[in-house]
């Protein structure tokens, strides 16, 4: 296995993408990024390359921590608009316009997505901005493909009615 340096360089993008859309929140994003990889790298000696590949063991670590987190936050979260980074922020890592980007990107998928519940969050995220296999997803979530399959479905099927209702009200 790489070093710790080597690791984070390579797949910090991927688990703070997929915790940012997930759990909605810079801060909380930023925490679970350094939680998975302070859980990966204590538990490395528990992987097993021969079980599946280090990326959905990654990608596991990532989804449990921010549904976990989601799970703890999730009487208290503030709506994404107000919990986003603004490129006036005071957070040094971002220029503002990469800031600006990111907002914009965060900020079209959470209104999307805003109605659904953490489940199926996860697996439109895993699936349509990971562009990650059913196999895969199943494999990350621990629950069987025809799940995985069914949840797509149904969170496909709830924000094309969330759409449909919303065309509606706009025609009204």
Not at 121 to 131: A, E, G, H, N, P
């Amino acid at each position: 296995m790489k070093d710790f340096e080597a690791l984070f360089q390579e797949y910090k993008g991927l688990v703070f993408k997929t915790a940012m859309l997930i759990i909605n929140n810079l801060e909380d994003a930023e925490d679970i990024l350094q939680d998975v990889f302070t859980s990966a790298w204590k538990a490395r000696n528990t992987f097993d390359s021969t079980k599946g590949k280090f990326i959905v063991w990654l990608y596991r670590i990532t989804v449990n921590k921010s549904i976990s987190m989601c799970r703890k936050k999730w009487s208290s979260t503030l709506p994404f608009e107000e919990t986003m980074y603004t490129p006036t922020g005071s957070n040094p890592r971002y220029s503002p316009e990469r800031a600006l980007e990111i907002k914009l990107e965060y900020e079209k998928f959470s209104k999307t997505v805003d109605i659904l519940d953490s489940k199926h969050r996860v697996v439109l995220v895993l699936r349509y901005i990971d562009d990650l296999s059913y196999n895969d997803i199943a494999d990350i979530l621990d629950i069987p493909m025809g799940t995985v399959k069914s949840r797509i479905h149904n969170a496909l099927k709830l924000l094309h009615k969330q759409m449909n209702a919303a065309v509606m009200d706009v025609d009204s």
